[in-house]
């Protein structure tokens, strides 16, 4: 029987190829964490875990400096290492319980990958984690613009999975990696959504009404 995060850790894969900002749902100690971090070990790529429930929003807007030429946007270090790196993965970890102004500040993150100044690699990959609203600690829900800036995957607990993991270990997670040319793909599948589109007119954007929905995926042109 296939585990059901096999299925999850393959778009969570391709996402990340893709450079598509993801967001994994999932109960606490869940081991999302660990996924994401085997999965950049398997591909060697580099990661910078940021726990964003313990951030500052200057931690993502970049911190006001004043120089010769005046006030600059100083980035944090993890951005610089990862702007050294050329690509890698941002991890964005415990991002439903982030303050609003720490959100605030992490839509142009999200969306431009840009950090105060400083504009982080094209082939950067946003990977972001969080936990139900209710069974995340005290915090704040996921806002709505900023949830709409990700792909929604949900992360699954598979009993047997832990326990046969538990005794004969975990296995490595298999990495799918995008074909060649697969770009050219694009216009089709805009294509077919386009068609969608015409015929479900109210699904061209609909941000949610209800409070309990707000931080999951809704459709809007951008996504």
């Known amino acids: 029987m296939t585990n059901q995060n096999d299925v999850v850790l393959e778009a969570l894969s391709l996402a990340v190829a893709a450079r598509v900002p993801v967001l994994l749902w999932g109960p606490p100690g869940a081991g999302k964490s660990s996924a994401v971090e085997d999965m950049c070990?398997?591909?060697?790529?580099?990661?910078?875990?940021?726990?964003?429930?313990?951030r500052e929003p200057s931690d993502f807007s970049g911190l006001p400096v004043i120089t010769d030429n005046g006030v600059e946007f100083a980035p944090p270090r993890w951005a610089k290492r990862l702007c050294d790196a050329g690509s890698g993965v941002l991890f964005l970890d415990e991002i439903s319980t982030a303050p609003p102004a720490v959100q605030a500040a992490l839509l142009r993150v999200v969306l431009e990958r840009v950090v105060g100044d400083l504009t982080l690699p094209d082939e950067l990959a946003i990977v972001a984690a969080a936990n139900p609203p209710d069974q995340a600690a005290d915090g704040w829900d996921l806002s709505a613009p900023l949830a709409n800036r990700f792909c929604h995957l949900d992360w699954h607990v598979?009993?047997?999975?832990?326990?046969t993991g538990l005794v004969?270990?975990?296995?490595?997670?298999?990495?799918?990696?995008?074909?060649?040319?697969?770009?050219?793909?694009?216009?089709?599948?805009?294509?077919?959504?386009?068609?969608f589109l015409s015929v479900r007119q109210s699904l061209a954007i609909q941000p949610p009404i209800e409070r309990a929905l707000a931080g999951r995926a809704w459709p809007s042109p951008r996504t």
Request: glycine share 8%; proline share 12%; charged share 15%.
């Open 41 to 54: 070990r398997s591909i060697d790529a580099t990661y910078e875990v940021v726990i964003a429930s313990i």
């Open 158 to 163: 598979d009993p047997m999975t832990v326990a």
């Open 168 to 195: 004969a270990g975990f296995p490595t997670p298999f990495i799918p990696t995008l074909p060649k040319e697969w770009e050219n793909q694009i216009p089709i599948a805009a294509g077919l959504v386009g068609g």
